[in-house]
């Protein structure tokens, strides 16, 4: 099931993935409190999407969502409420690329405590009970989530992997102009520019995004298996053992370990290679951030202050009144 495209920033079991680009991911909705509000049931709508639900699994992850839904209420949002008024801070000033991935490495590290908290909170004594639906997908479950990872890299190749270079820039532009203009409001031509020329530099590799992709995929389904191991001969894809897979996590159903592992994996991937990669990228995109950002004029500026003073208000409406 889709859902509405101003939900997407949450929909990955609530993360509220960068406050920095936070006026990217609501398009279309009036307020963050709205958003938030709805993360439940946004979140169930992903999951069961890719993992296809049976009876008794749905309204236990329902439950389990709105567990985790509270509790990030109550322990997170203060955190993300004081990158946010950092954030409006630095709007003002110039910013250097420095400063620029200074902030992006705070929000994510808020990211990281996010999710490892949601890990601890599933192993505590009278846990939510999505570990345990978790341990209680079967091979059809498993056969359906392939599916759906098929179909989103289907979507993926014919977005990133064909067509002429060109198309690709176009398309890579497009999106981040629209990004910027819902922080910054219309930009002017040489601002575009200065995206498309920022763009051609960045060294973006498509492919290896891919491949990255892929084992992503390979991980979550490998860590989904050794939560509920299926009989023998009964896998469902063909994906070797990582080398640093817990060797507990697949004699120890629902036992944490296989989503810890998958958790670090996720965050950072195991090729070096692609780290290394991906830190240039990341730096380069700091780089264009602050160069962006340093163009704008006063009124942009003002613009986006206002902006983020207003999802300011709305996280504290949301703490105050729940």
């Excluded at 409190?33 to 709508?45: D, G, S, T, V």
């Excluded at 990004?179 to 960045?202: C, N």
């Excluded at 290896?208 to 298996?225: F, P």
Aim: hydrophobic residues 40%; glycine residues 4%; aromatic residues 8%.
């Amino acid at each position: 099931m889709n859902f509405p495209a101003c939900l997407r920033w949450i929909k990955n079991l609530l993360g509220i993935i960068s406050l920095a680009w936070l006026a990217l991911a609501l398009q279309g909705c009036s307020t963050i409190r709205l958003a938030y509000n709805q993360a439940p049931l946004a979140a169930y709508w992903y999951l069961d999407d890719y993992l296809d639900f049976n009876d008794q699994q749905g309204p236990a992850m329902k439950a389990a969502l709105a567990e985790v839904h509270q509790w990030h209420r109550r322990t997170q949002l203060p955190a993300y409420l004081e990158s946010l008024q950092k954030i409006q801070r630095s709007i003002p000033e110039p910013v250097t690329a420095s400063q620029a991935c200074e902030l992006y490495a705070e929000v994510q590290d808020r990211l990281q405590a996010s999710v490892e908290g949601m890990i601890a909170l599933a192993q505590a004594p009278g846990a939510p009970a999505h570990m345990a639906v978790l341990a209680t997908l079967d091979r059809s479950q498993l056969a359906h989530l392939e599916k759906r990872f098929a179909k989103s890299n289907a979507k993926y190749r014919n977005d990133y992997l064909s067509g002429s270079a060109r198309h690709l820039s176009d398309k890579r532009l497009a999106q981040f102009v629209s990004r910027a203009e819902m922080l910054y409001g219309k930009l002017e031509p040489r601002q575009e520019a200065l995206l498309q020329v920022r763009l051609e530099q960045s060294g973006f590799e498509p492919e290896r995004a891919y491949a990255e992709r892929l084992r992503r995929q390979q991980d979550v389904l490998q860590a989904l298996q050794s939560l509920a191991p299926l009989p023998s001969g009964g896998a469902v894809f063909k994906a070797a053992a990582a080398p640093d897979m817990p060797k507990g996590a697949a004699t120890s159903p629902g036992s944490g370990m296989a989503l810890q592992w998958l958790v670090t994996r996720l965050s950072q991937s195991p090729d070096a290679r692609y780290r290394d990669y991906a830190q240039t990228l990341r730096e380069k995109n700091c780089q264009t951030f602050a160069d962006l950002h340093n163009s704008t004029s006063p009124a942009q500026r003002q613009k986006a202050l206002s902006k983020l003073q207003g999802y300011e208000q709305d996280l504290q409406a949301v703490l105050r009144h729940p």
